[in-house]
């Protein structure tokens, strides 16, 4: 399904911890994609509103996921080292997998462990 997509790949870590930054060839794909929402797709095709707008630093001008983006990471539990891949479908939809660092695949979202505090 996913082969005739552009894909990113994306190590997380601080950088992408607030808002996903796509390179600047992705610039010229998702120009004119712009809207107030676009849609995530994560694990379990469940989805997230995102909103795409374009960065300027220095002299270079980026499109990226923002509004939206930071509520996809906390509800996802990610985690420093983990491996997604963006992809981008057409019609202001994006997809996305979530891989672990031994590149283990998520099916699901991952829920936090619950410890119990009698141990």
Request: net charge negative; glycine share 6%; with cysteine.
């Amino acid at each position: 399904m996913y082969r005739s997509f552009p894909s990113h790949v994306v190590v997380f870590g601080d950088d992408c911890r607030h808002k996903l930054v796509f390179p600047e060839d992705w610039t010229a794909l998702l120009t004119g994609v712009c809207s107030p929402v676009e849609v995530l797709r994560g694990p379990n095709s469940r989805i997230w509103p995102m909103q795409l707008v374009k960065v300027t630093e220095d002299t270079r001008t980026n499109m990226c996921l923002d509004i939206g983006w930071e509520s996809f990471v906390i509800e996802n539990y990610l985690v420093d080292g983990e491996i997604m891949i963006i992809y981008y479908a057409g019609n202001r939809e994006f997809y996305v997998r979530i891989f672990s660092s031994f590149m283990i695949e998520r099916r699901a979202r991952i829920e936090p462990i619950q410890r119990d505090e009698n141990m």
